[in-house]
């Protein structure tokens, strides 16, 4: 029997990319679902791409400055996308917000990690939004991606609890822990087709327990 056939994944990336470099060490495992076959930037510099290259993955940087417009940007990322034969966009850290078309093109085949256990904190500065608020626990959120920003439906969740003495770097440094165990769960459950999009809502498989599907680290 023929191996199954792999899901095509592009990760979107803008700094460093150490989501991305959890995602390309378990998709290096036979047994995973996804194959990471492009990591593009929005910005050339971003030390992330030569992490991949060295890995032989093939890389993309589109300088969303030389764009006239983010409509423009979009088109050309699109355009890429679509000749690299691309099934499912993953976003690590990618400082971006796209067009509502280029989400609609994507939409079920998008997905985004936020370092909040969403609904709470959407936006930038979520550990000190967190600290402010005086939350017990905080983490992080694998969602898919849809036109609000940080409003699309929730696939995976881990918490770490806010310790007294807390600052953000210290929150941020241990929630960043979770997330790249996390994030690779995440993709897996999509990619394997065991997580999918309907409507509003994440519908996982019959073969999925509850401990896929919402990860609990204190």
Not at 5 to 16: D, E, F, M, N, P
Not at 60 to 66: F, N, P, S
Request: negative net charge.
């Amino acid at each position: 029997m023929a191996p199954a056939k792999k899901t095509r994944v592009a990760i979107l990336i803008s700094g460093r990319g150490s989501n991305m470099a959890s995602l390309i060490a378990a998709a290096a495992a036979p047994d995973f679902p996804a194959e990471i076959v492009l990591v593009a930037s929005n910005r050339p510099e971003a030390g992330g791409l030569a992490f991949a290259a060295e890995r032989g993955i093939a890389t993309l940087a589109l300088d969303h400055r030389a764009y006239p417009s983010r409509a423009a940007f979009d088109a050309a990322l699109q355009a890429e996308l679509t000749a690299a034969d691309i099934d499912l966009v993953v976003l690590a850290g990618f400082m971006r917000i796209f067009s509502a078309g280029f989400v609609e093109a994507w939409a079920g085949r998008m997905i985004n990690i936020h370092p909040s256990l969403l609904p709470l904190f959407k936006g930038v500065h979520t550990h000190e939004q967190a600290l402010k608020a005086g939350v017990r626990l905080h983490g992080c959120t694998v969602h898919y991606v849809v036109p609000e920003l940080d409003a699309g439906p929730i696939i995976a969740q881990a918490a770490v609890p806010v310790l007294p003495g807390d600052d953000a770097d210290a929150l941020a440094a241990r929630i960043l822990v979770q997330e790249h165990r996390l994030y690779p769960q995440a993709l897996a459950l999509v990619a394997g087709g065991r997580a999918r999009l309907e409507g509003e809502w994440v519908v996982f498989s019959d073969d999925v327990p509850p401990a896929d599907g919402a990860l609990l680290s204190l």
